[in-house]
């Protein structure tokens, strides 16, 4: 039987998966999380085989989650499940140590496969995504840089973002002009829409 951890902050998909893999001979549901940090309590509490988890949750996302995973629970999987297929996406959640990465919208046996493969010891990627992962190459961004755009992402003034990041004004304007320079964008919000739309956020 293999042991499966569900993180999915949207309670009725959740429940939907839950239903769904529930119907599979092999696979069980030990636990679930609504958010990244509740699932890595879970899964230093219930120890699954495979961590099953949103890309896109509050208090930790998905990419975040497996990290944690990765050093405190290293005998858990981590599968990502995203609605988003970014590139930049499967990039930093390969990088973060996810063991697989599947569209929401795959069929039910092609995810229950994917959770099979991947407590099997396997790497299983979305095609589509790792063919464009592949074409658009890593993030350009630092990760002070994205630091700095994320923080600002919902109209934080340059004094509000020094503070979250206890950094200067100035040093958060370079971080912002490198940042704009590097997407192209006109202005630091068009800069933080062009890295949320490649998954570098």
Do not use: C
């Not at 961004?141 to 994320?150: F, G, H, K, Q």
């Not at 950094?167 to 912002?176: D, E, I, P």
């Amino acid at each position: 039987m293999i042991r499966i951890l569900l993180a999915e902050d949207q309670h009725l998909v959740r429940g939907a998966l839950s239903a769904l893999l529930g119907l599979e001979p092999d696979l069980t549901i030990v636990a679930e999380a609504a958010d990244g940090a509740a699932a890595v309590a879970a899964a230093r509490e219930h120890r699954p085989d495979v961590a099953l988890l949103d890309i896109e949750m509050p208090v930790l996302s998905g990419i975040e989650a497996t990290e944690q995973l990765r050093a405190a629970v290293p005998e858990t999987r981590a599968l990502i499940l995203t609605t988003f297929g970014r590139p930049g996406y499967l990039r930093r959640a390969m990088d973060a140590g996810a063991r697989g990465f599947v569209v929401k919208d795959s069929p039910p046996a092609e995810l229950a496969a994917a959770i099979r493969r991947v407590a099997a010891g396997e790497v299983v990627l979305d095609p589509a995504l790792a063919v464009a992962s592949l074409g658009a190459g890593p993030s350009p961004l630092t990760e002070r840089e994205r630091d700095v755009l994320a923080a600002g992402a919902d109209g934080a003034s340059v004094a509000q973002i020094a503070d979250v990041l206890a950094l200067s004004g100035g040093t958060v304007r370079n971080y912002l002009s490198s940042a704009i320079g590097k997407t192209g964008a006109r202005n630091r919000t068009e800069a933080a829409r062009i890295a949320r739309d490649n998954g570098w956020l």
